[in-house]
Nanobody, 119 residues
């Protein structure tokens, strides 16, 4: 069982910066595929960014503004969010996908952390 804890959300002005952190338990953290998802009110949950090893992928709406990074020594993945707009307002979720040899490839989710972009 992997425990996931997110932190760092809150209120920020348009154009501002915020960093989300997600700590995931387990001794094989470096093998996890880690993603940040978000869900705005009335919308489906969408993937924002993913990191596999050190390879990253972003949804088009955040490319050039958001950056995902991992610190395997600290079992932590970060989401750096720059040039925030009100459209980035959402609950952000950390997601960890296990390789097949850990927990049969299970998925684990954090509880979510709200981010509000408003003046």
């Amino acid at each position: 069982q992997v425990q996931i804890v997110e932190s760092g959300g809150g209120l920020v002005q348009p154009g501002g910066y915020l960093r989300l952190s997600c700590e995931a338990s387990g001794r094989y953290f470096s093998s996890y595929t880690l993603s940040w998802f978000r869900q705005s009110q009335g919308k489906e949950r969408e993937v924002v960014a993913t990191i596999v090893g050190q390879r990253t992928n972003y949804t088009d709406t955040v490319k050039g503004r958001f950056s995902i990074a991992r610190d395997n020594d600290q079992n932590t993945v970060y989401l750096h969010m720059n040039k925030l707009t009100p459209e980035d307002t959402a609950v952000y979720y950390c997601h960890a996908h296990m390789p097949s040899w850990i927990d049969n490839g299970m998925d684990y989710w954090g509880k979510g952390i709200p981010v509000t972009v408003s003046s």
